[in-house]
C-alpha cells in the first residue's frame, strides 16, 4: 500500500457484504479555504476561494437539494448511474475562521455531484445567484445550467455507513473542525 493510505482495522465480512453496494449512505465534506491570500500550507488539501463567501446565503440555498429529488443539473458527464435520484438527508454550510465547510449525506451521488454542487452553491456565496437559484437548477435537471464543477481539493469522504448486521466500526476519525451534527 501506498504511504497515503493506512489500515486502522479489518474484518472478515459475509459473502454478500459490497463496499459500494450494501452502504446506506455516504457523507462528504468540502472544505474551502475562503481568504485573499493562497495557503502553501493547504496546497491540493483545500479549495482555495479569493472572493469572500457568505455561508449563510449558501446554506439558505443548500436546502432546497434537502430530501429524493433528481439531481440531473449536477451530475458530472460520464456518469453510468441508472438513475438520477437521489435523496439528500442532511446538508450545512458553515464557516469556522477562513474555512467554509459544505457537509452532506445522502443515500448514494453521482459522479461529480458534490463538486458540481459546491460549484453552484460559491455562485450563490459571492452574491451572483440568489439562494432559490438552486432550486431552478433542480427543476431545470440539465447539468449545463449549473456553475462550475469545483476543484477535486478539498473533497473528503467523510464517513460510509451500512447495515448494522455487518457490524463494521464506525468512522473512526473526525477532523477538530467538524462539528457532530
Known sequence: MPDTVVVRWAKQVE???HARFSALSRRY????YNNNIASALLKGLV?????????KS??????????ERDFSSFRGAGCQSNTAMRNV??????????FVMLDIKANAFLLHMVRNIVGALLEVGEGRREADW????????D??????????????????????KHELPAAPWVLPFFKSS
Open 58 to 67: 449558501m446554506h439558505e440555498a443548500a436546502q432546497h437539494l434537502l430530501g
Open 143 to 164: 447539468r449545463r445550467e449549473g456553475g462550475i464543477t469545483a476543484p477535486p481539493e478539498g473533497l473528503y469522504l467523510r464517513e460510509v455507513e451500512y447495515p448494522e
Open 134 to 141: 438552486i432550486k431552478h437548477l433542480l427543476e431545470q435537471k
Open 29 to 32: 465534506c468540502y472544505l474551502i
Open 89 to 98: 438527508s442532511h446538508i450545512k454550510v458553515d464557516r469556522s475562521g477562513d
Open 47 to 55: 479549495t482555495s476561494h479569493y472572493v469572500p463567501l457568505d455561508e
Open 15 to 17: 459473502p454478500d457484504f
